[in-house]
């Protein structure tokens, strides 16, 4: 009689990858709700071509890598892939714009590396990354709120738009885009305007932050925070990373508040509260430790303020959170707590 001795842990903790994956889709949803209901269905265009795409090119990628196809792709890696880029792109990007991108970060970002569990950068944002470098103009293309631009852009205007680059009735695309709010700022800044000057003066801008941008940044909250209680993710890199960059932008806002804008500006406006809680948290390319996660989401925070004040590009979710994907293992070999027992010295 053979002794089965299998490795540990011993002791499921009761979730998959496919169910981790799952509720990361499901907190997304309000955001997603969010979005289309200010700023009209272009978000939803992109998710269907980022979809199609991640799929096809996953497919691929396991044919050639001889992998079992069934496993990976329920496990809705590739999904939260597409979800998390298609949101981050502009909501009337062309689609071949989306198509880079997921196929970027899947086959490169990913399978190159091995794939789900041995990437060192999150995939998403080398994806993002990738387009916002090379392809800038298209980049910068962001759908105003449908309040300012009094136009509705239905799913089939969006899907239009993607194609052709224009809406079904033949108006440009620039009949309905504008340039972001923080784009906007930085912009107006950079010519010696002060913001008590440029906030007023433009209807881009809400009561906290960008107009529309508000109410989504409330949204993705509410996901990030259900996905704390579930466990999904832990509270020190959302923490750590808001608590960075509310520290920084108040510094720099006292010293000059007509120059540097205040601390709820940045939370609320951009893709603050959607890097803090889905993307930063990335279980795979963050860091591991408790020490290293603070750390590492205070890293983010600071580096964000750092690109959105002098750096060349409007927000730097994306950039912080690839710097910081590099200092993961460092921070892990530096941060390991001592083992139980072990005495100091």
């Not at 789900?116 to 293309?141: D, H, I, K, Q, W």
């Not at 107006?188 to 000057?197: C, K, N």
């Not at 730097?316 to 710097?323: C, E, I, R, S």
């Not at 070999?333 to 139980?340: E, L, N, V």
Request: glycine share 10%.
């Amino acid at each position: 009689m053979q002794l089965y001795t299998p490795s540990s842990p011993h002791i499921h903790s009761g979730s998959s990858v496919s169910q981790l994956m799952h509720r990361v889709l499901l907190a997304l949803i309000p955001g997603y709700v969010m979005y289309v209901a200010l700023f009209g269905w272009g978000v939803v265009a992109n998710l269907m071509i980022a979809v199609l795409t991640a799929y096809a090119c996953e497919t691929l990628m396991l044919l050639l890598r001889k992998r079992p196809l069934a496993p990976f792709l329920s496990d809705h890696s590739a999904l939260v892939t597409a979800s998390l880029l298609a949101i981050s792109l502009p909501p009337l990007a062309p689609w071949w714009i989306v198509v880079i991108g997921i196929a970027f970060a899947i086959i490169i970002a990913k399978h190159l590396y091995g794939g789900l569990g041995y990437n060192p950068f999150n995939p998403a944002m080398v994806g993002y990354v990738v387009l916002l470098v090379s392809f800038p103009r298209e980049l910068t293309t962001w759908a105003g709120p449908q309040e300012i631009n009094n136009v509705s852009i239905g799913i089939a205007d969006a899907i239009h738009i993607s194609i052709f680059g224009t809406l079904g009735s033949g108006a440009g695309i620039d009949t309905v885009t504008m340039a972001t709010p923080l784009d906007h700022l930085k912009t107006e800044i950079s010519r010696g305007q002060s913001i008590s000057d440029i906030i007023p003066a433009s209807p881009i801008f809400g009561n906290l932050g960008g107009n529309g941008w508000e109410w989504i940044s409330l949204a993705f909250l509410a996901g990030g925070l259900w996905l704390l209680y579930k466990k999904v993710i832990q509270w020190y890199i959302p923490v750590s990373m808001l608590t960075a960059l509310v520290l920084i932008s108040t510094v720099f806002h006292l010293i000059d508040p007509e120059r540097y804008a205040d601390p709820v500006f940045h939370l609320v406006t951009g893709a603050t509260i959607l890097g803090a809680f889905f993307i930063a948290t990335d279980p795979i390319t963050a860091s591991t430790t408790e020490k290293g996660r603070l750390i590492y989401g205070a890293g983010i925070g600071i580096l964000v303020y750092i690109i959105r004040t002098w750096g060349g590009y409007p927000d730097g979710v994306a950039f912080g959170v690839l710097l910081m994907n590099i200092l993961a293992p460092t921070l892990d070999y530096y941060t390991q707590p001592r083992p139980y027992g072990e005495r100091k010295g």
